[in-house]
């Protein structure tokens, strides 16, 4: 049953009391440029590792209140969490150790030893060859660009840069004193890569030609004559999460377990679905409908037993995480990664 959306709704107020902030964001120069596509793939998997720390607290905030809230219980919705899918798109820009990479932890001073040989002489981005059923993301430029050891500093600091601290800082205060305003964090930020997200997608695919690494499987008919045989890829159903894994996993394809050598071409006349490697982040596989889950989850707010002096907390919040969010952009517009990036656009 719907739930009409009046001015004195929840998610009417939301909205109304965010416009300036929600603006201001989407005004941002990082902003600006992602519209007009002068950004590179070291600029977005810095933004992406900012945005890992982000979901990583907000989501274990929600794991925290999600038996002792009912509210808390409501909001916390699994099929849209970002986390797993931010990995996935970590390991496709940064590699097989971009947990090394991302949480600092290794000690060795020569960092293009992130990337193994196989990475750094593939060519298979810039391939021009008609083969494009290689599904990682060509690392060879930044061992022959100035511009790798800050990028892999960059990446290294971001937990501990001002705007990803102030960030969780708040996260972890509200969890500690008032959950209830993890509501408006859930709203901007997943309402947020529903909406405005989708269209990011097709920008950051556009900008970095990721189209090239597309991927069709037809879960229910999947055509073996599109298969072809390959000793470099280590194929299982697993996450592309900390293991050997210089090659994303494909995690729904349901019978190729006993396939452990397999890639996928791209010819397949039978497909069903388009995996799109490096925008994870932007994909919800588990909805059916992305508009009708955003009327619904609306409506969902609606219903949350909030006093007026709490819905009027939740709206202070909401613009705060705004705020947050520009604060976590305007580090990336400060870092040498995308001063690099802004002096080579073309």
């Known amino acids: 049953m719907s739930i009409a959306k009046t001015a004195d709704s929840l998610s009417a107020k939301l909205k109304e009391g965010t416009e300036s902030q929600h603006l201001r964001v989407h005004q941002s120069p990082l902003m600006k440029d992602f519209v007009r596509r002068k950004f590179n793939h070291e600029?977005?998997?810095?933004?992406?590792?900012?945005?890992?720390?982000?979901?990583?607290?907000?989501?274990?905030?929600?794991?925290?209140?999600?038996?002792?809230n009912d509210i808390i219980q409501k909001v916390n919705i699994p099929k849209i969490h970002r986390l797993s899918h931010i990995e996935k798109d970590l390991c496709f820009f940064l590699g097989d150790k971009w947990a090394d990479l991302v949480f600092n932890l290794s000690n060795d001073s020569d960092n293009s030893s992130t990337y193994s040989d196989d990475d750094k002489n593939n060519n298979a981005y810039n391939d021009n060859d008609g083969n494009n059923?290689?599904?990682?993301?060509?690392?060879?430029?930044?061992?022959?660009?100035?511009?790798?050891?800050?990028?892999?500093?960059?990446?290294?600091?971001?937990?501990?840069?001002?705007?990803?601290?102030?960030?969780?800082?708040?996260?972890?205060?509200?969890?500690?004193?008032?959950?209830?305003?993890?509501?408006?964090?859930?709203?901007?930020?997943?309402?947020?890569?529903?909406?405005?997200?989708?269209?990011?997608?097709?920008?950051?695919?556009?900008?970095?030609?990721?189209?090239?690494?597309?991927?069709?499987?037809?879960?229910?008919?999947?055509?073996?004559d599109n298969i072809e045989s390959s000793n470099s890829t280590n194929f299982n159903n697993?996450?592309?999460?900390?293991?050997?894994?210089?090659?994303?996993?494909?995690?729904?394809?349901?019978?190729?377990?006993?396939?452990?050598?397999?890639?996928?071409?791209?010819?397949?006349?039978?497909?069903?679905?388009?995996?799109?490697?490096?925008?994870?982040?932007?994909?919800?596989?588990?909805?059916?409908?992305?508009?009708?889950?955003?009327?619904?989850?609306?409506?969902?707010?609606?219903?949350?037993?909030?006093?007026?002096?709490?819905?009027?907390?939740?709206?202070?919040?909401?613009?705060?995480?705004?705020?947050?969010?520009y604060n976590l952009m305007s580090d990336i517009v400060a870092s040498e990664t995308y001063q690099y990036a802004k002096r080579n656009a073309t």
């Open 238 to 325: 697993n996450d592309c999460v900390g293991k050997n894994v210089k090659h994303n996993n494909f995690n729904d394809a349901k019978d190729l377990n006993s396939s452990k050598n397999t890639t996928f071409t791209r010819n397949s006349t039978k497909s069903i679905e388009t995996k799109h490697f490096g925008t994870n982040f932007y994909s919800f596989p588990l909805l059916d409908n992305i508009n009708t889950f955003k009327s619904d989850f609306k409506n969902l707010l609606n219903e949350l037993p909030f006093s007026e002096k709490q819905q009027n907390e939740l709206v202070i919040e909401a613009q705060l995480a705004f705020d947050l969010n």
């Open 133 to 224: 059923d290689k599904q990682y993301y060509n690392h060879s430029s930044l061992h022959k660009d100035a511009n790798a050891i800050c990028f892999y500093e960059n990446i290294k600091g971001a937990r501990n840069s001002p705007g990803v601290m102030l960030y969780l800082n708040r996260l972890n205060e509200i969890t500690r004193t008032k959950p209830f305003l993890l509501v408006a964090h859930v709203y901007v930020r997943y309402l947020g890569d529903l909406s405005g997200g989708q269209v990011l997608k097709r920008i950051v695919r556009k900008a970095l030609n990721l189209q090239h690494f597309d991927v069709i499987i037809d879960d229910n008919n999947i055509n073996t």
């Open 43 to 68: 600029v977005y998997a810095l933004l992406l590792t900012k945005l890992y720390f982000v979901y990583e607290c907000l989501e274990a905030s929600l794991s925290r209140h999600n038996l002792d």
